[in-house]
């Protein structure tokens, strides 16, 4: 065959007059003679007219418009980049040829500045990119490590711990009874930021430092901007040391705000009697007419039944009352109830006080209308402490001042209210005009502000060129917007400049003869503290920053094995967990350490999918929440050991299982339960009314029933009957241990009743329908309160049910993203993306499984050429259900195959799955990939395929790169050989320590090194 | 030679994030196709809305039959009397459309929704991480981009007294995004017509932007490849928001003939304000946001069930609580359910105030309403516990709207049965009619799937 257009040469044309468009015969190109033979021979024998593979043609480039050349062209660059192409099964090139084949493609593309692949392999999906076996040889650790200079936009959660810091905002949990002071609670209160840093969802690393501030970020952030620099001036004015030069610039303001309020606060309290001192018999005639509301006669609705319907009770409609109007409904009462008046007399007087007072005519009315509606519950409530001390006369000449002001000001008719404002808008005009007089703020107080806004907000000193910048800029404002709106715009500025919003990571100093330079200490003290953690360094690694104790690699290994020792700080993991299902979240390891496990293995993923009950056969939104905060708590546990982490991660048979992760409280409440049930369980306790309940007490003091209160039994009936709450759990915990069960999980299955057991935090335990998706029966399980424990059919975190659901779909299995995750996180492969082309869509058929249908749809041969890669590795998680459940039947769910229909409702422990007919489920697979021929080969099923997994070198290494990219931000590059290989051989000589990985990564030229970039 | 602006388009990078530019998109002014941008007025309401008080009160009785046992149906309403509260409403009745039987399943949450109802998804509580995608609202947006892209309002409160200034809003501009929403009228009133109340504040603002692009620029001059792009993409955001804050400046004129008057009572966050009060408030803003052109979307939580009700005609007096009537309290004399049609006799006086407004306003050989859609729903379904098997949707619709529904009452199928139809369909068909060509929005329903009934796409019959 012979390439029919070199020949001829290509006579494509070139754009005119700009990048992208037609074609022009002044500008052409030809293939080289060299070339051309080599497209002839690997590339268009497939990709000619009539066997356009993968919808490519190669022999008609003449005929491409430019941006359709240089497009194909890309493709072209990025398939023999990743040798893809030819195929492996076709005549392949030598080094060479490959080579000159894709110099040729550079080059044409490089003319145009089109080329993608560089780009491209920037992106986390292009990690795997660069040839394992090839970093991992050992030819390339000669070269010199190092990360480029660069800007690295902060992540969500740097936003978060950044602006919590700024604001001074403290989240805290009480953990294990003790209050803890925890990074990660971004509920904060008086202020609404939006993150607009969020990281992308998929698993595997998700922080890169390839993101660039768009527009939308910048819109948001001016927002945020705005709404920092008025919480700002507040909290300055709030707290002296805060930032004391906007203290200093607005003294004069706050000084004379707080005579205002002074002076406003004295009058409130004491107008009526000022206006009585001052204007005598005459004040009388000065007030306006009081008339009092109508006042309709209360009545109760009628509902159509004609029967009499419920008025709220007091304490609901007390809460529907602004807290201002409660307040002075019983400050009015205890003035005007003290002579003895009652009821409507009472509240006449208490409205005349309003009335004067100017209240609104609406608030009054409704003030009036509670108070006639619910006196009794009103009296009752009264606050029992004595009211708040009156405000303090002021002295004499400000006694002065307030009564020449009324004077000026008041008219007849006029009420309280507005004679109030007359004066303050008086003294407010007075106050401006004396600050106007005394001049703005001289070059000292804007120097001190932009110096203390600069360390406040970018975390350091601005230089001399910058104070100079700053201070010209915040003249500018000072002359436009006053001095409080230029404080806020400084504050704005600064929040919206890029060494605010990314991080900045550039070399200084010597370069050494490869042209690199090392981080300067205070660059590298924030990147190895964000490597760890979300937040600004700690006060050791700053101290050691400023003192020159950051220069050397040995520098850098004391403190991050300090940070790894820290347990003292503990972290939020997880919000969404947190709120779901209202479980624990937390943990005092360094955040990003257990982060890059959740992250990597992806199982977080599970909270976003919707699923549903019925098919799980129980409340599966509360169980989700807590599947994954167990998963969290079994990665936790493992790091905390720090022995053969990967292996133990990807075969432990024991996990958390409706547990708090406090073995002595889940000890001590199983007991409880089993104790209460041993006690009552021979007696009639179904038959129990309030005397019989009464009659053991004391062993139910000794031995307290949750949700039981001793004192209230045979006092209150409905809900709260303490005979029913008590029969109640003991049918719970009849039917839990009734069988052969000797031990139950600390749960209440009935609702209302608290659990016997709290969370680490205090909570209630919920969710213990996750023990369903362990094929644990909840009527009938030993549950042990020491965990981890030993779980069935169960092998590593991949078979743990919230990664498990996590790679599912809404409703079915998904063995392509199952079998595509191994073969990127754990056997360093690529897979192409799915061809446009392709209808990725598993058919329907509810007489076959889905394994069937899956092979049906992909196996011809260029479906196989990537699903080969994935299917055989994906379909050995067959063995469980989209709910993480072991199965050996699958269940064929569809309305044809219904074989029972079960119940809709139903207690905790009932299993209400409709049941359909079912087919054998086959698990088997096939591993290829690991390089070592021990274990690739058949598979029984997953668990046989994690077993095979844990033990391979490559899975290790695949895991050490994700790491790599996880601390460095980046994908790896040939010149990281030395530092992967030595993070690789850090965690086999100190028996499996992830801490010695991290050690060697944050240590190695990979992380210490900086080199600009270059066009 | 390529712009700074060519230059990024080009590359890829910057996809390594959740990219918001789709959602600074919605920003610009390009008009639509036809030279009239569509419009789109989401108005959520709590406490569910119960289905048999959307049902017309003449129907046959074959019709009522239908009605009731929910099995599907389509009156025309000519010839119909309204149920009393949508009476407001009788002179649009060719506009109108009733369309019962959606189900949003997908969106339940409880008392409240959140995102979820206009994301059909769970958004979790209100878990940042539980928002899967941006809302309808914005996804609409971004097809008929203006200045401000889209406005949030809302009344909402802690039962006691209504939320003021701006807050956390109930729309999302993408995943993991939550949209902020002016509380009270006077917020609204001052961040949205900004360029005529306080022209200083764009002034500063824009001086803001001017320095921060000089100072960025000079950075950007000495860097080189990669990092150089970080940098001109930083600077091409803020020259987009100066190109913007131009334009609003420019539009200050319209904007002042059209500014409505605001009383004083609504100053500082209106604490005396009663409901209707607020509501007229901010229908007046909503209008005027319309017309000036500021945007094209609007969503308006009318209330939600901690919204304090107050000077609510008939109960004049009373503090009402939306969350104690969905229990069935009554106050001052008038039963819940009086109170939850007043209620609603309320919201249909605003949305006939927005349709009679924009009936009013000349826009091309019509009116503006003819490019207008309104849309009033419940957030959380059919009741105040809502299932998700119904969500009645009262819809108003211009001439141009690319839509088949006006002057009819329609029963869709009831839900997980054939050709029943959830909130997914009916947002895929707002999609699909003005030009976004995406299969299927939302999260799907598992009981359909279950059952293996077709649930994904466009409700065709809607499609004009």
């Known amino acids: 065959m012979i390439l029919r257009i070199p020949y001829i040469f290509f006579a494509c044309v070139f754009a005119a007059g700009h990048a992208f468009g037609a074609a022009s015969p002044a500008e052409r190109f030809r293939v080289g003679e060299k070339v051309v033979p080599l497209l002839d021979n690997y590339c268009v024998s497939c990709h000619e007219e009539g066997t356009t ?357 008041r008219k007849a008719g006029d009420r309280y209210n507005s004679i109030l404002e007359k004066c303050m808008a008086d003294w407010t005009g007075e106050f401006r005009q004396e600050r106007l007089k005394a001049g703005g703020p001289g070059d000292v107080a804007t120097g001190n502000l932009v110096e203390q806004l600069f360390t406040k907000l970018i975390e350091r000193a601005p230089t001399s060129q910058e104070k100079t910048e700053y201070a010209a800029l915040t003249k500018s404002y000072l002359q436009k917007l006053g001095t409080e709106k230029t404080i806020e715009k400084l504050i704005q500025t600064l929040i919206l400049r890029t060494d605010f919003v990314y991080r900045q990571e550039f070399g200084e100093g010597t370069a050494d003869v490869h042209g690199r330079k090392m981080l300067p200490p205070r660059a590298a003290s924030y990147a190895l503290a964000y490597a760890l953690t979300d937040s600004s360094p700690d006060k050791e690694l700053a101290a050691a920053a400023a003192s020159g104790k950051l220069n050397t690699r040995e520098d850098y290994r004391r403190e991050v094995e300090r940070m790894l020792k820290n347990r003292s700080q503990h972290y939020v993991i997880d919000e969404a967990v947190e709120r779901i299902g209202l479980n624990d979240s937390f943990t005092n390891l360094p955040i990003r350490k257990l982060r890059f496990f959740r992250e990597f293995f992806g199982y977080p993923g599970l909270l976003p999918i919707f699923k549903d009950n019925k098919r799980f056969g129980g409340n599966y939104t509360d169980a989700s929440a807590r599947l994954v905060s167990e998963a969290d708590m079994l990665v936790a546990h493992i790091l905390e050991q720090d022995k053969n982490i990967f292996e133990k991660l990807l075969t432990t048979e024991e996990f958390f299982v409706c547990h708090t992760g406090d073995n002595a409280a889940m000890t001590t409440a199983t007991a409880l339960i089993r104790k209460i049930y041993d006690y009552f369980k021979d007696k009639d306790w179904k038959s129990f009314d309030a005397e019989k309940l009464k009659v053991h007490i004391p062993f139910l003091k000794e031995n307290p029933m949750p949700g039981l209160n001793l004192d209230a039994i045979g006092k209150v009936g409905g809900r709260s009957d303490q005979v029913k709450i008590f029969q109640g759990m003991m049918t719970d915990y009849t039917l839990r241990l009734g069988n052969r069960t000797t031990v139950t999980a600390p749960f209440s299955s009935v609702f209302g009743v608290p659990s016997p057991a709290k969370t680490r935090t205090g909570r209630d335990m919920r969710g213990s329908e996750a023990a369903k998706s362990f094929n644990l029966d909840m009527a009938n399980w030993n549950y042990p309160a020491t965990q981890p424990a030993k779980m069935e059919n169960r092998k590593g975190i991949l078979t743990h049910p919230a990664w498990l659901i996590a790679f599912a779909g809404n409703t079915a299995t998904d063995p392509i993203r199952r079998g595509k995750w191994v073969r990127e996180k754990l056997l360093a492969g690529t897979i192409p993306d799915v061809p446009v082309t392709v209808d990725a869509v598993i058919p329907e058929d509810h007489h076959k499984t889905l394994r069937q249908r899956l092979e049906a749809k992909t196996q011809d041969e260029y479906c196989w050429k990537c699903h080969e890669r994935m299917n055989p590795l994906g379909v050995t998680f067959e063995m469980y259900d989209d709910f993480g459940r072991f199965r050996t039947e699958e269940s064929l769910e569809h309305p044809d195959n219904l074989v029972k229909k079960m119940p809709d409702k139903g207690s905790p422990q009932a299993d209400l799955r409709d049941i359909y007919k079912t087919l054998p489920v086959d698990a088997k697979g096939h591993l290829a990939g690991t390089g070592d021929p021990k274990l690739d080969g058949d598979l029984k099923d997953v668990i046989d395929l994690a077993g095979r997994l844990a033990k391979s070198t490559k899975v290790r290494q695949s895991i050490i790169r994700h790491a790599f990219r996880y601390f460095m931000g980046r994908n790896e590059v040939i010149s990281d050989s030395k530092t992967l290989m030595d993070a690789d051989q850090a965690y086999v000589q100190s028996g499996g320590s992830f801490d010695a990985v991290i050690v060697s990564l944050l240590t190695s030229d990979s992380f210490i090194y900086r080199k600009a970039a270059t066009n | 030679m390529k712009t700074r602006r060519d230059f990024l388009k080009s590359t890829v990078l910057g996809a390594g ?159 993991h995004q939550r949209n902020y929403c002016y509380a009270d009228p006077q917020t609204a009133f001052n961040e949205l017509f900004r360029a005529v109340t306080n022209p200083g504040a764009v002034d500063s603002d824009n001086a803001m932007l001017s320095f921060l692009e000089n100072d960025e620029s000079f950075k950007e001059r000495i860097l080189q490849g990669y990092e150089k792009q970080k940098l001109s993409s930083h600077i091409t955001s803020i020259e987009a928001i100066q190109a913007r804050n131009l334009k609003l400046s420019k539009m200050a004129g319209s904007i002042a003939r059209h500014i409505p008057k605001l009383g004083k009572i609504h100053a500082d966050g209106g604490l005396n304000a009663s409901s209707p009060e607020k509501q007229d408030a901010m229908t007046d803003i909503l209008i005027a946001a319309l017309i000036t052109g ?171």
């Open chain 1, 53 to 409: 593979k993968g919808e490519v043609r190669l022999d008609n480039l003449e005929s491409l418009s430019l941006d359709a050349r240089l497009d194909l062209l890309n493709r072209v660059q990025e398939q023999l980049h990743i040798g893809e192409m030819p195929p492996k099964k076709k005549k392949q090139p030598t080094e060479a040829e490959r080579n000159l084949l894709a110099e040729w493609v550079a080059k044409e593309l490089r003319a145009h500045g089109a080329s993608k692949l560089e780009d491209k392999l920037r992106m986390p999906e292009y990690g795997n990119v660069v040839d394992h076996e090839k970093l991992f040889s050992g030819k390339y650790v000669g070269l010199p490590g190092f990360t480029p200079d660069r800007r690295w936009l902060i992540s969500e959660f740097i936003f978060e711990a950044k602006f919590n810091q700024l604001l001074d905002f403290v989240g805290q949990r009480n953990i294990d009874g003790k209050r803890q002071q925890v990074i990660g609670d971004n509920n904060r209160n008086g202020i609404n930021l939006t993150n607009p840093f969020l990281l992308p969802t998929h698993s595997g690393v998700r922080y890169y430092d390839t993101a660039m501030l768009d527009g939308g970020h910048l819109l948001t952030m001016i927002t945020n901007a705005k709404e920092v620099s008025a919480f700002m001036i507040a909290r300055a004015k709030k707290v002296k040391t805060y930032v004391p030069a906007i203290e200093a610039l607005m003294a004069a303001e706050w000084a004379h705000e707080k005579i205002l309020a002074d002076r406003e606060s004295y009058l409130t309290a004491n107008i009526e009697s000022l206006l009585r001192e001052l204007f005598k018999e005459k004040n009388e005639g000065l007030l306006p007419v009081f008339v009092a509301t109508k006042r309709e006669p209360l009545q109760n609705a009628i509902g159509p039944d004609g029967k009499v319907l419920k008025n709220s009770v007091f304490a609901i409609a007390a809460s529907n009352m602004p807290r201002e109007d409660m307040a002075q409904i019983y400050s009015a009462i205890q003035k005007n109830s003290l002579n003895g008046d009652k009821d409507d007399a009472l509240i006449l007087k208490c409205e005349k006080d309003w009335f004067y007072f100017g209240v609104n005519e609406r608030a009054i009315q409704s003030r009036v209308k509670f108070m006639r509606g619910y006196m009794e519950g009103l009296l009752k409530a009264m606050p029992k402490s004595e009211p708040g001390r009156a405000p303090k006369a002021p002295a004499e000449s400000e006694m002065a001042i307030i009564r020449a002001a009324i004077l000026k000001h």
């Open chain 2, 294 to 464: 500021l945007t094209n979307v609007v969503t308006y939580t009318i209330d939600e069930l901690s919204t304090p009700v107050r000077g609510l005609p008939g109960n004049e007096a009373d503090r009402i609580s939306i969350h104690a009537i969905g229990h069935n309290e009554s106050y001052g004399g008038v039963p819940a359910d009086k109170i939850r049609e007043n209620i609603r006799i309320g919201h249909m006086q605003q949305v006939a105030r927005i349709v009679e407004r924009l009936k009013a306003e000349p826009e091309g050989k019509g009116t503006m309403f003819d490019n207008t859609m309104i849309m009033y729903f419940p957030e959380g379904g059919e009741t105040h516990h809502g299932h998700g098997t119904e969500a009645p949707f009262v819809i108003l619709a211009g001439n141009n709207c690319k839509l088949n529904l006006a002057g009819r009452y329609i029963r869709l199928p009831f839900h997980a049965t054939e050709g029943h139809k959830t909130i997914g369909n009916w947002y895929t068909t707002l999609l699909n009619a003005h030009g976004n060509p995406i299969k299927h929005y939302g999260d799907l329903d598992l009981e359909m799937a279950r059952k293996k009934l077709d649930q994904a796409g466009a409700i065709r019959q809607f499609i004009a």
């Open chain 2, 17 to 175: 994030a959740l990219s918001l530019t789709p959602y600074f998109n919605a920003f610009g002014a390009a008009p639509a196709a036809s030279g009239f941008p569509k419009r789109f007025v989401f108005i959520r309401k709590s406490n569910g809305e119960r289905p048999l008080e959307v049902a017309l009160p003449t129907f046959s009785a074959k019709d009522k039959a239908l009605d009731e046992k929910k099995q599907p149906l389509e009156v025309d309403l000519r010839g119909h009397e309204l149920p009393v509260w949508l009476r407001a409403l009788d002179k649009h009745k060719a506009n109108l459309g009733i369309l019962q039987g959606l189900s949003c399943m997908m969106s339940e949450n409880g008392h409240y929704s959140y995102s979820s109802i206009m994301g059909a998804y769970k958004s979790n509580r209100n878990s940042l991480s539980g928002i899967k995608r941006a809302t309808i609202d914005f996804e609409l947006a971004k097809l008929f981009p203006s200045p401000f892209g889209h406005v949030e309002l809302s009344l909402t409160g802690d039962y006691s007294k209504y939320r003021t200034g701006i807050v956390s809003g109930y729309s999302a501009s993408g995943p």
